[in-house]
């Protein structure tokens, strides 16, 4: 699922998301600052890193909307 395909659509948005579009983009910068500050040490199941994060150039979620 990509933010700019249901961007598109209002109401499949708030579905997923339970925000209006304009809400999401206020809280876009704060949630990558949250999200850079939390994924630098910690992994999606909460555990401390072993090693540093870095930005692959085949990753499936290149925008930070779609994370």
Known sequence: MQYDKIKR???QFVSI????????NVL????????DEYND????????RRRRTFARKDTVLP???DK
């Open 63 to 65: 925008k930070m909307a």
């Open 41 to 48: 040490y910690f992994t999606l199941d909460g555990k401390p």
């Open 28 to 35: 876009l910068p704060y949630f990558k600052a949250e999200w």
């Open 9 to 11: 659509r209002p109401i």
């Open 17 to 24: 998301t339970g925000l209006n579009l304009d809400d999401f």
